[in-house]
């Protein structure tokens, strides 16, 4: 198993930005990508970012390139998500994810999940 724990989540004002972390322990070898994807209210779960571990291939949702960033520490078990210039529509619960098999954006095929961490974006 895998546990992911996400930090970083808050209130902050349009144009701001935040910076979330997620912090993964367990099995981690056993999975070969990870990434970020938030759902907002009456929303179905949505990607955001993802990548490999062993490989520097970054995946970004239209709505977010540019935007957003996601990095990791590979020693440190570590994945951040850099979010600039945010909106409104950015407001949503946003859930580190991690996979064994990679499954790009279909949020579904993805195997681990953190709890959640709320961003609300005000105008």
């Known amino acids: 198993q895998v546990q992911l724990v996400e930090s970083g989540g808050g209130l902050v004002q349009a144009g701001g930005s935040l910076r979330l972390s997620c912090a993964a322990s367990?099995?981690?070898?056993?999975?070969?990508?990870v990434g970020w994807f938030r759902q907002a209210p009456g929303k179905e779960r949505e990607f955001v970012a993802a990548?490999?571990?062993?490989?520097?291939?970054?995946v970004y949702a239209d709505s977010v390139k540019g935007r957003f960033t996601i990095s990791r520490d590979i020693a440190k078990n570590t994945l951040d998500l850099q979010m600039n210039s945010l909106k409104p529509e950015d407001t949503a619960v946003y859930y580190c994810?991690?996979?064994?098999?990679?499954?790009?954006?279909?949020?579904?095929?993805?195997?681990?999940w953190g709890q959640g961490t709320q961003v609300t974006v005000s105008s």
């Open positions: 994810a991690a996979d064994e098999a990679y499954s790009g954006s279909s949020y579904s095929l993805w195997d681990y």
């Open positions: 367990g099995r981690t070898f056993s999975t070969t990508a």
């Open positions: 990548m490999r571990w062993s490989v520097v291939s970054i």
